[in-house]
C-alpha cells in the first residue's frame, strides 16, 4: 500500500498548483489590452494579448508581484483611490487611525457581522482578523455600513485544552451562536463621511440576521453617490425584500416583494451574490417563481415583461447594457450535463436568448469593462480547459491558452468518467462522476466510496479540469479529493441527488422541510446500484461513504438509515442535530420557527449503527461545535455500539496544524475496513504536503 499511499499524497488537491498549468487566467484590462500572469512547469509568466491586431505577445518569466495584503489580514477597508482606510478597534469604526463612533461595545459592534456569521476562533486560528463590513460610494469619499446588536442571543463555549505556550490549564472561549427558534441578532446599516465623520441613519427598523447581513453577502449595491440599495431576505428566507434608500437623508422605499411557500431565492442558492440589478426604476430582478430560475423587467415596480425563460435557469448575470437593452449572462441547462455553463445574451424587453458560447462543457467567462470582449476558459471533467478569446458576438478570435496536465498525468491521475442514472424514484435523473486508480485493471473489483456533502446550499461539484473557480473549499468539496483517494484503490462516487440547487425548484424543494434527505442518500443507493450493475468490477459488497461538515452528518445517517448498503463511514466534523446547529440551517430548510428542529436528530436512532465509522472533529469547532458529535458519541457509547473517534486539540472547523495527521487516519481506516489490507507502517504525510516522510 505504500506506493498506493504515495500517490494518492502526490494527488492531493493542495498539489494542484504545481501539476496543473495553464488553466485558469485572470485578465488585467488595460486601454486596447490585457495582460494575464500563467502558471509555467518554470514559474509564473505574463503573456500581453492586443485583441484588435489579434496579436499575443508572450513576455515570458515573471516574476511573483509583490502581493497586496487582502482586508482579512490587515483588518482595513480601504477606499478605491487609497485616501481612506477605515477599521473596527473595541467595536467601534476609526478612519485613518482615528475614531469616527464612541459607543460601540461588546455584542452591539459597528462593521462586523455576527459572531455566528463572523467565525471568530476559525479566523483566529488562520491568522487573519475580520475587516469591516462596508460598501463604498462611486465618490470614494462615504460608505455605508452596519451596527449588529447580538447582546440579547445565547451563548456558546468552547474548550482549549492545548492553549498557546502550553500550561495545563485550559481556555475557555464563549461566542454568541444562535440555535433554530433562538432570538437573532438584529443589524442597523448607516452611511458614513470617511472625511468629516458625519452619519445618516437609514431609516429602516432594525433586521434580523439570516444567512448574514446584507452587507456581507453583496446584497447592499450604490447605484451612485445619492442612491443605495438593498435586498434583504427575510427569517426561513421565504420573502425577498428590494429598498431603495436615498443616501442624503436615508429615507428608505420598498420597491419590489416576492414571496415563496419554501426558499425565496434571488440567486441560484443563498450564498451567492443575488443576480438582482438596478438603474432608475428600473429592476432587472431573479426568481425561480416559475419552476426554474430566471430574470424578470420591472419598472415602476409593476412586472414588465420576463426576460428569460425555459426548463433551464440563470446561473450568473455579468453584464447589463442598459442603452442596448441587454443583459449578458451565464446559464445552467443548456448542455448535455445541467452543470455546465454557457455564456447568454437576451434582450431586456424580451426578444429570446442566444447562446454565444456552444462548445460542450462547463465555461467560465470574463467579461471586459467596454463589454466588447470575452475571455472564456471551458472544460469537461476529462479534457483539458481551453481558453479563447470572444468578440462579443462570441466568435472565437484566439485561442490565448490550453491547460498542461502532463504532471497531472504523470502523477497518476486518472480523467473522471462523467454517469447518469435514475434516482430512487425511477423517474429523475441524477449526474455524476466516476473516479478510478490510475492504474486502474477492468479485471480487478475495486471497493466504492461515496465522497459526499449534503447541504441543500451548496451543487455537488461535479468538478472539471477548470482549476480556480470551486464555489468552496476542498474540505466541502466532494469531487476535490476524489482523485486523490482513488489512489489508494478506490472507485470514488460523486453524485448529486434530489434536494440539491441548478436542477430546478421542484429538484432542490425536494428536501424542503425535512433536510435530513437533502443529500438524496436514497438517490445514491439507487444510483450506484445502477452503475455496478453496469460495471463488474465495481464491488457492491463493499460500500463506504466519507464526508466533511454536512457530509459528515450525511456520513452517519448514511450507515444508520441504509446499513444494508453502506458498511463504512468516515465522518468529518459533522452538523449531526439541526436543533442545535445553526438557525440559518434548520430555519431555511425547515422553515421559520416554529418548526420541531429535532425531528432529524440521529441520538435516538445510535443503536442502528452496524458498520465501521470513524467520527472525526475539533475541539474548536465554532461552525459545527464539538457537542455536535459528542452527543452522539454518548449515543452510542449508550448504545455500546462499536466506533472510532478522533477529536483534534485546537482545531476549528478545518484541522490546519493536524491536517496531515487526520487525512493519514482517515486512509488508514478506509484501507483497513473498506479496501480490506493494512496501511503502510509508520507513514506520514509532509504537514506541507509535499511528499511522504
Not at 437609514?202 to 453577502?217: K, M, Q, S
Request: with cysteine.
Amino acid at each position: 500500500m505504500i506506493e498506493a499511499y504515495r500517490r494518492a499524497e502526490a494527488l492531493h488537491p493542495s498539489q494542484e498548483p504545481r501539476l496543473v498549468h495553464r488553466a485558469v487566467i485572470t485578465p488585467v484590462w488595460e486601454d486596447g489590452s490585457f495582460s494575464y500572469q500563467v502558471s509555467t512547469p518554470d514559474g509564473p509568466s505574463l503573456v500581453r494579448i492586443f485583441p484588435d491586431k489579434r496579436e499575443r505577445v508572450e513576455e515570458g518569466a515573471h516574476p511573483a508581484a509583490e502581493p497586496v495584503l487582502p482586508p482579512e489580514l490587515t483588518g482595513v477597508q480601504t477606499s478605491p483611490d487609497g485616501g481612506h482606510a477605515v477599521s473596527v478597534e473595541d467595536g467601534n469604526l476609526a478612519v485613518n487611525g482615528v475614531r469616527i463612533t464612541h459607543d460601540g461595545a461588546e455584542g452591539h459592534a459597528y462593521g462586523l457581522p455576527s459572531d455566528q456569521n463572523r467565525l471568530p476562533i476559525v479566523v483566529a486560528q488562520a491568522g487573519m482578523t475580520t475587516p469591516p463590513l462596508l460598501v463604498w460610494a462611486p465618490d470614494g469619499r462615504r460608505f455605508v455600513t452596519l451596527r449588529v446588536d447580538q447582546r440579547h442571543v445565547p451563548t456558546l463555549t468552547l474548550t482549549q485544552s492545548c492553549p498557546p505556550g502550553g500550561g495545563p490549564r485550559p481556555l475557555a472561549h464563549t461566542l454568541h451562536y444562535e440555535m433554530p427558534g433562538d432570538p437573532l441578532p438584529t443589524f442597523q446599516q448607516m452611511i458614513f463621511d470617511a472625511e468629516t465623520g458625519d452619519r445618516v441613519d437609514i431609516a429602516i427598523e432594525p433586521l434580523t440576521f439570516t444567512h448574514d447581513a446584507p452587507l456581507g453577502v453583496g446584497r447592499v449595491w450604490w447605484e451612485d453617490d445619492d442612491t443605495l440599495w438593498m435586498l434583504y431576505g427575510t427569517r426561513g428566507y421565504r420573502a425577498a425584500v428590494l429598498y431603495r434608500i436615498d443616501a442624503r437623508t436615508g429615507d428608505a422605499t420598498v420597491v419590489l416583494e416576492e414571496r415563496s411557500e419554501t426558499v425565496m431565492y434571488s440567486a441560484p442558492t443563498i450564498v451567492e451574490a443575488p443576480l438582482v440589478r438596478t438603474l432608475g426604476d428600473e429592476v432587472l430582478w431573479y426568481s425561480d417563481r416559475s419552476g426554474w430560475g430566471h430574470l424578470y423587467r420591472y419598472a415602476g415596480g409593476e412586472l414588465k415583461n420576463a426576460v428569460t425563460e425555459g426548463e433551464w435557469l440563470v446561473r450568473d448575470v455579468l453584464r447589463v447594457d442598459w442603452d442596448a437593452r441587454e443583459v449578458l449572462f451565464v446559464s445552467g441547462g443548456h448542455g448535455s450535463n445541467p452543470y455546465d455553463r454557457r455564456l447568454c445574451r437576451a434582450g431586456l424587453d424580451g426578444g429570446g436568448v442566444t447562446v454565444l458560447t456552444p462548445e460542450d462543457g462547463d465555461h467560465h467567462v470574463q467579461v471586459s469593462p467596454d463589454g466588447r470582449w470575452l475571455v472564456d476558459t471551458y472544460a469537461t471533467p476529462g479534457t483539458p480547459s481551453v481558453t479563447v478569446l470572444r468578440d462579443a458576438d462570441g466568435a472565437v478570435v484566439m485561442e490565448l491558452e490550453r491547460a498542461d496536465l502532463s504532471a497531472l498525468e504523470k502523477a497518476g491521475w486518472r480523467a473522471p468518467e462523467r454517469f447518469t442514472a435514475k434516482a430512487a424514484d425511477g423517474v429523475t435523473d441524477v449526474y455524476g462522476l466516476l473516479f478510478l486508480p490510475g492504474d486502474f485493471d477492468p479485471s480487478r473489483r475495486y471497493p466504492i466510496l461515496d465522497s459526499v456533502y449534503n447541504g441543500p446550499q451548496i451543487p455537488r461539484q461535479l468538478r472539471t479540469t477548470l482549476r480556480g473557480h470551486s464555489l468552496d473549499p476542498w474540505l466541502l468539496d466532494p469531487a476535490a479529493g476524489a482523485a486523490s483517494l482513488a489512489a489508494l484503490g478506490l472507485a470514488v462516487v460523486v453524485l448529486d441527488g434530489r434536494g440539491t440547487p441548478y436542477r430546478g425548484k421542484a429538484f432542490q424543494d425536494a428536501s424542503y422541510g425535512d433536510p435530513g434527505v437533502s443529500v438524496g442518500l436514497a438517490d445514491h443507493v439507487a444510483a450506484i446500484t445502477q452503475l455496478a450493475a453496469e460495471r463488474p468490477y465495481l464491488d457492491l459488497d463493499r460500500v463506504g461513504i466519507a464526508g466533511h461538515s454536512g457530509g459528515g452528518a450525511a456520513t452517519v445517517r448514511a450507515l444508520l438509515t441504509h446499513p444494508e448498503f453502506f458498511g463504512v463511514g468516515v465522518a468529518s466534523a459533522g452538523d449531526h442535530e439541526h436543533s442545535g446547529y445553526y438557525a440559518i440551517w434548520g430555519e431555511t430548510y425547515q422553515g421559520p420557527p416554529p418548526q420541531d428542529y429535532t425531528a432529524d436528530s440521529l441520538v435516538p436512532h445510535a443503536e442502528r449503527l452496524k458498520g465501521k465509522l470513524l467520527i472525526l472533529f475539533g475541539e474548536m469547532d465554532d461552525n459545527c461545535h464539538p457537542a455536535l458529535s459528542l452527543r452522539l458519541v454518548d449515543a452510542f457509547i449508550r448504545a455500546d455500539a462499536d466506533f472510532e473517534m478522533l477529536m483534534v486539540p485546537n482545531a476549528a472547523h478545518g484541522y490546519l496544524h493536524a491536517e496531515a495527521h487526520v487525512l493519514r487516519r482517515q486512509w488508514d481506516f478506509l484501507t483497513r475496513h473498506l479496501i480490506g489490507a493494512e496501511p503502510p507502517a509508520g507513514y506520514r504525510i509532509d504537514p506541507t504536503f509535499g511528499g511522504a516522510a
